[in-house]
């Protein structure tokens, strides 16, 4: 491994490259890479070549560079948290085809909720949430759900550290907000009204998993008005007990009279049941694709 860069890896320079990239920064050229990462012109250059060569990184016509298709195909092949999207799906469709607003699926990640789906309806109310973006674990009602749930070393952490305000409602003290989480960890639920957004509320109830843990938030952002918001709360609650319940069933061994058609594919891929028995038979298993131009082994 390379020793340059205070002694860090390789790899994790790499990474610091590719976290460079943002949302509202996709198309960055070598001198704002080497800027934002803060690694020198010539160290990221080089890495910049690994990285093309290996097809994280794309670079375009026009000399800017961009994260890589391969960086998506290998995300879809996790269990994880693109797994879970897939198992949410549907559930999360039936939500939005009754309220017209915003539904999103979001997860634990440091200190924010990072969001792995939102489905909108154009004339929706403001929503700040994006797919692949992240938001304050005390300013969100997903993220109120995710952190009254979690251990007790995250919650010191989030407590410990300044509670940023978005909007003159956001829970800026440390002693406001143990009070709000135990509330929600008690009923089950959290409604956030104008957080982030005067306009808008959030509403988010917990997904567990096969042990029984919360692993993911269902949530809604809909105008924060005098509309009654406990039919939300029980919607949500239908959609995250039957996604807890997918988990569960896709968790148990094959041989399990309840588990999911399809078995550890029902993780990674949403499809009929008869598709699931498919692509599970021993015949019709594939393995991944080399990548472009490495030879078989």
């Known amino acids: 491994m390379a020793r340059a860069s205070a002694g860090r ?32 012109v010539g160290t990221t250059h080089a890495l910049l ?11 375009g016509a026009d000399r800017t560079y961009r994260l890589g298709i391969r960086l998506w195909e290998l995300a879809c092949r996790t269990p994880g948290a693109l797994g879970l999207r897939e198992i949410a799906m549907p559930h999360l469709q039936e939500v939005h085809g009754v309220i017209h607003q915003h539904v999103q699926l979001g997860i634990l990640s440091g200190g924010d909720v990072l969001f792995l789906e939102r489905l909108s309806s154009r004339d929706a109310v403001v929503n700040a949430t994006i797919i692949g973006g992240r938001l304050p674990l005390h300013a969100s009602a997903a993220g109120l759900v995710l952190l009254a749930d979690a251990d007790a070393g995250t919650r010191d952490e989030v407590l410990a550290r300044p509670l940023r305000s978005l909007t003159d409602a956001t829970i800026t003290d440390a002693a406001g907000l143990r009070r709000v989480l135990h509330r929600v960890r008690a009923q089950g639920f959290a409604v956030a009204d104008g957080y982030i957004h005067p306009s808008a509320r959030g509403i988010a109830v917990p997904i567990t998993g096969a042990a029984g843990e919360t692993v993911a938030s269902v949530g809604a952002v809909v105008p924060n008005d005098d509309a009654p918001w406990v039919p939300l709360v029980d ?11 997918a988990l569960r069933s896709a968790a148990l061994p094959q041989s399990h009279p309840e588990a999911s058609p399809g078995g550890r594919y029902r993780t990674l891929v949403n499809s009929s049941d008869e598709s699931m028995q498919y692509l599970a038979g021993p015949a019709n298993r594939r393995q991944p694709h080399s990548p472009a131009g490495a030879a078989p082994r």
């Open 235 to 245: 919607q949500l609650r239908t959609a995250a007990g039957r996604i807890s319940a």
């Open 9 to 40: 890896s390789t790899l994790s320079r790499q990474l610091q490259l590719l976290d460079a990239f943002s949302i509202d920064a996709p198309f960055l050229t070598l001198s704002e890479l080497s800027r934002r990462s803060g690694l020198p």
């Open 49 to 59: 070549a690994d990285l093309e060569e290996q097809r994280l990184v794309e670079r």
